[in-house]
């Protein structure tokens, strides 16, 4: 959703304020030919980070990865492969430049096809770009690197990860 305050999580926060809120969501991890990760620089924070957002009332939790990988990107998703789950309550826990505080419970999906060419939108993402998983461009989200860990150990073959 391209409006923040006619999103859910907006409405909520026009109710609540800044109390914590606990929201499911999705991030999304674009891997090319060459085994990079597809990347944006948040506009909210400046650093980086995998496309991820937050569920909108009826929508589930595939559509929401879609959504927020076409928002952030421009891409349109294929194939969407669950790889696992995030929720830890410091690690997941997000505090706003606004003041806002959430925790995430973010489903993690792999994407390896994909239609468009990937571009910033110019507000939640600054910027996109390709990166080795294991080069990630400073100052980066503490959640990137958890996940890119989660995504390796998922690929070398140690199932649904949990973190």
Known sequence: MSDFEQSYLGQLRKL???RMVLMPGARVVCENAEGEILLIRRGDFGT????AGSA??????EDTARQELLEETGLVAGEMIPFGHASHPVHD?????NGDRLQAFSMMFH???WGGEPRADGHESLEVAWAR????PEPFMVHLA???DAFLRY???????LI
Do not use: D, N
């Open 146 to 148: 958890r996940t890119r």
């Open 111 to 113: 994407c390896t096809a």
């Open 16 to 18: 609540i304020g800044h």
């Open 155 to 161: 690929k070398a073959g140690e199932g649904f990860q």
């Open 56 to 61: 909108e009332e009826g929508q589930s939790i």
């Open 93 to 97: 826990l997000m505090h706003y430049p």
């Open 133 to 136: 998983p294991e080069s990630l």
């Open 48 to 51: 980086w980070a995998l496309p």
